[in-house]
């Protein structure tokens, strides 16, 4: 009888191991902002690992983070929302995998002048023209932002002699 008790605690534990971990990662997109406001679209995102393009199917705002991520150590990604795209890299699996096999919600926009999401440092605030960014936001925990400052254009005056 105490056999057939381990043997039956034994396979539960094989079983729960192999469901754990036939779970894969999933990320959802909370939002997308432009200058604060939100964007209503359906996300498209490319998620290039070690020069590898894979596009993730979403449901709805969510995607199922692709087993490659995993062993990545070149990724980039590029979410394209309507009219608007952000392209980030390099990005690392951290960004992707929650502490304790949680769940990612990543808040993404374009901020311009004045910054009201993003964090500009005040010396080099008039040289941005906008910030791209994504801030990760695991489930229960403090999370973190990435952004990438988009420089303005420089104009170059050209100036004529006339005699």
């Not at 057939?4 to 990320?27: D, G, P, S, W």
């Not at 939002?31 to 359906?42: K, Y």
Request: glycine content about 6%; proline content about 5%; aromatic content about 12%.
């Amino acid at each position: 009888m105490k056999i057939v008790r381990i043997l039956y605690c034994l396979i539960i534990i094989v079983f729960f191991t192999l469901c754990c971990k036939a779970q894969r990662a999933k990320v959802e997109i909370g939002e997308f902002l432009v200058d604060g406001r939100s964007i209503d679209c359906n996300y498209d995102l490319t998620i290039s690992v070690n020069g590898k393009k894979i596009r993730p199917r979403f449901d709805g705002s969510t995607f199922a983070v692709p087993k490659q991520v995993r062993a990545g150590r070149e990724i980039a990604i590029r979410l394209v929302c309507g009219a608007y795209t952000i392209s980030m890299r390099p990005l690392g699996q951290n960004r992707f995998f929650a502490p304790n096999n949680g769940r990612y919600i990543w808040k993404a926009g374009i901020d311009s002048y004045p910054f009201e999401e993003a964090n500009v440092p005040s010396d080099i605030e008039d040289k941005v023209a906008e910030v791209h960014y994504i801030k990760f936001d695991p489930y229960g925990y403090v999370g973190t932002q990435l952004q990438i400052f988009i420089p303005k254009k420089r104009k170059f005056a050209i100036e004529r002699n006339t005699k």
